[in-house]
């Protein structure tokens, strides 16, 4: 069975920095698509960011393009989403996501409906 393990969240002021991490227990990550998807109150899911376990490819949404990276390592089936100069309308609970790869990663990371494995959440709070 799937499970997707998130950690990191927090309180953190406008700049400062966060690391979320994502631990998958249950399948090894090759030829999945492991990301990150945030839903604020009031707004849809956006996806954040995702990376494919076999080539590294990622996709990073405009909003946080240049501020966030993320990285994968398949030995310890961890993903983490570095996030930086974060802004309050980074405040949202983060969701870690996972899917066998069927498309491209550009068109997974924006289809919520096809990932069938979600962690729990963890609350990411961007305030002064």
């Known amino acids: 069975q799937v499970q997707l393990v998130e950690s990191g969240g927090g309180l953190v002021q406008p700049g400062g920095s966060l690391r979320l991490s994502c631990a998958a227990s249950g399948f090894t990550l090759d030829y999945y698509v492991i990301g990150w998807f945030r839903q604020a109150p009031g707004k849809e899911r956006e996806g954040v960011s995702c990376i494919s376990s076999s080539d590294g490819s990622t996709y990073y949404a405009d909003s946080v393009k240049g501020r966030f990276t993320i990285s994968r390592d398949n030995a310890k089936n961890t993903v983490y989403l570095q996030m930086s100069s974060l802004k309050p309308e980074d405040t949202a609970i983060y969701y870690c996501?996972?899917?066998?790869?069927?498309?491209?990663?550009?068109?997974?990371?924006?289809?919520?409906?096809?990932?069938?494995?979600w962690g729990q959440g963890t609350q990411v709070t961007v305030s002064s």
């Open positions: 996501v996972a899917e066998y790869r069927i498309s491209t990663i550009q068109s997974m990371c924006v289809m919520p409906h096809l990932f069938r494995s």
